[in-house]
């Protein structure tokens, strides 16, 4: 066999090399690397790569020999080749047009290298050097171009690799990670950031059917990071780690497939990876506060995930305050420039969401309770003045809303929706001995006796019940259905603020005037607004769709609606009632919007009826209003 003088590489070289000549193709491989790789040598990397020369494991290992040493050292051309393409247009072309001809070869022979040290003694210990090579070669192929891109998405072979090495585990069951090359997450990454490749990887894993086994993969490696022992001393990798596994977490959610958002969901992914970046976050605050600015987007990219969710959406805000998304914010703010436009008007955002769309709710409050017993939340103490100010005054606006859900007797539903009741403000029998039913075939509306059952069917309730069954057969799946204890603490907050504004002398005074005025509660739009209306003005009409870009699935309940009007416009025998039009967002799309009937007793005002819609953001709505 003839060799290049002293190692160098001649012309006979590549045609030994291409004879399957292993030493030569070794030479190759060494002597390229750093230097220069010609479209021939290329050819010869290639011809060694085509999947019928991958051997099969049950093979003897001497038979399997030479074609790993031919492979391995084609696949560190390959590497050093994607190199040179960077700037070498002619390389990048050539490397382009056989890595798309052979998409097949390449994910063979690499998932053949993946199973060499399952059987071969002495790499055994290079398990997770093997896994991160291979995962920083597809990286890169993935990369160079677009077509590439396409051609290896495409292909299920390329998919299940990438799935494979992202649930390999090491001898201690724990999944492979490198904080210091990442390669493993990159690559799932690479995969899922554009929205072709994330269709077809979530189409193969709802398949394969490891939805659940892919977040909590994720999760687990959350944590890992967060609680990495080099972390104190080193955290640029553990910051990068956990950039890369929100953002691909984020990714797989906005998909919106309900599959992996159950998945996800039942993983509680949103409040692991929240406590893991707030136990990152701490810890690199202690050592190395000038760093916590590289975590802000990744916070942004969590948050906006949940904003934007459009089913499971209680469940997720719950998860990210469970998960301590409200110290975490805390602990970022500071770090915030306030000459970044952009992150600032990101971060009131926040604020504004959490404090008038999300600590709005009970489930929500309860978990926020959890972290800050009294429902004050601390002041900032450093960061943009802007911003420390409007932390403070909207968690001031969480007041009323903490109070209600302290002042709640119980969470037993003692809502009655027939408008004739007889017992709601009875004192012989007191509505919490009589707990509500709701209807057993739509459940949208609740009862304190048979009675009251029958007299609303008669009157209303025969009208509204098959589409309200279809209604919440609609919403059912989608996790977003209102429950009747929430709509029950939201009548609570809403007599407990016209009990606060009477005692305060700021509400006009209806007596020997009922059914002229209406109260206002509107949250809607980011803050408390109260103001009042001369209903003597407007048509119940006007009032069901006076707000606007909101679109509502209950057309059923006109009828009842405006009963409810007119029942307040009759004279009321010298009772104190008043009139209510109480709306609340929840989260980024969702309205609560009710009318409540309020009557005073004693001191402070009570509920004696209401009726609830539960409306979307029409530009976003996935359940139009004809279809309920």
């Not at 600590?359 to 802007?386: E, F, M, T």
């Amino acid at each position: 066999m003839r060799r290049g003088t002293r190692g160098r590489i001649d012309a006979v070289t590549p045609e030994l090399a291409s004879a399957g000549s292993i030493p030569d193709i070794i030479l190759l491989a060494a002597r390229i690397r750093g230097g220069k790789c010609s479209l021939e040598v290329l050819n010869v990397a290639f011809k060694f790569l085509r999947p019928e020369l991958v051997p099969t494991v049950d093979r003897s290992r001497s038979d399997f020999r030479q074609p790993i040493d031919r492979a391995i050292n084609c696949l560190a051309i390959l590497d050093n080749a994607c190199q040179q393409a960077a700037s070498d247009s002619l390389i990048k072309a050539g490397l382009v047009d056989h890595l798309i001809e052979n998409v097949d070869g390449i994910c063979c022979w690499i998932n053949f290298c993946l199973l060499i040290p399952e059987f071969v003694p002495t790499w055994k210990n290079d398990v997770l050097g093997a896994y991160n090579r291979n995962s920083a070669m597809m990286d890169v192929f993935l990369n160079m171009d677009d077509r590439v891109y396409d051609a290896y998405i495409s292909s299920t072979g390329c998919i299940d690799l990438v799935l494979r090495v992202w649930f390999r585990e090491d001898e201690n069951r724990e999944l492979l990670l490198d904080l210091e090359t990442r390669s493993i997450l990159q690559l799932l990454y690479t995969i899922v950031k554009k929205k072709r490749g994330l269709e077809i990887l979530v189409k193969r894993i709802v398949e394969k059917r490891i939805a659940g086994r892919l977040a909590l993969s994720v999760v687990r490696r959350a944590r890992r990071v967060s609680e990495a022992s080099s972390l104190a001393t080193k955290p640029i990798p553990a910051i990068s780690c956990i950039q890369i596994l929100i953002a691909t977490a984020c990714s797989l959610v906005e998909c919106e497939n309900e599959v992996i958002c159950k998945a996800f969901g039942s993983a509680h992914a949103t409040r692991e990876l929240c406590a893991s970046l707030n136990t990152l976050t701490t810890t690199v605050q202690k050592g190395h506060a000038e760093l916590l600015h590289t975590l802000v987007p990744s916070f942004h990219h969590l948050f906006a995930t949940t904003m934007k969710a459009r089913i499971y959406v209680v469940d997720n805000w719950v998860d990210i305050v469970e998960g301590g998304v409200i110290p975490l914010l805390a602990h970022l703010l500071p770090s915030v420039r306030s000459d970044d436009d952009v992150v600032l008007g990101f971060s009131m955002a926040s604020i504004s969401t959490l404090t008038t769309g999300v600590i709005c709710h009970p489930r929500v409050i309860k978990r926020h309770l959890a972290w800050y017993p009294s429902g004050d939340v601390p002041d900032l103490i450093q960061g943009p003045s802007a911003i420390t100010a409007y932390w403070k005054e909207r968690w001031m606006q969480t007041t009323p809303f903490i109070i209600s859900y302290l002042k709640r007797d119980g969470t037993v539903v003692t809502i009655c929706d027939n408008h004739a009741c007889s017992r709601r403000m009875s004192k012989d029998e007191p509505a919490q001995n009589n707990p509500s039913r709701q209807c057993a075939s739509c459940s949208s509306v609740v009862y304190c006796s048979t009675e009251c059952q029958e007299d609303d069917w008669k009157m209303f309730h025969s009208r509204e019940c098959r589409q309200a069954g279809n209604n919440h057969t609609a919403r059912r799946p989608l996790h977003t259905w209102y429950s009747h204890s929430d709509r029950q603490f939201h009548l609570t907050f809403a007599a407990y603020i016209v009990t606060s504004l009477s005692a305060q002398g700021h509400l006009p005074d209806s007596s020997g005037n009922p059914g002229n005025l209406l109260i206002n509660l509107d949250g809607s739009k980011g803050k408390m607004i109260i103001g009042s209306i001369d209903i003597r003005s407007v048509q119940s009409e006007a009032l069901w769709s006076k707000r606007e870009n909101t679109a509502y699935s209950q057309e059923y309940l006109k009828a009842r609606y405006a009963s409810l009007i007119n029942q307040f416009n009759q004279p009321q025998g010298g009772k104190d009632t008043r009139l209510v039009s109480f709306a609340v967002r929840f989260g980024a799309h969702e309205i609560i919007d009710m009318m409540v009937l309020l009557e005073r007793v004693g001191e402070a005002y009570q509920a004696v009826y209401s009726v609830m819609r539960h409306g979307y953001d029409s530009e976003y709505d996935s359940l139009p209003p004809d279809e309920a």
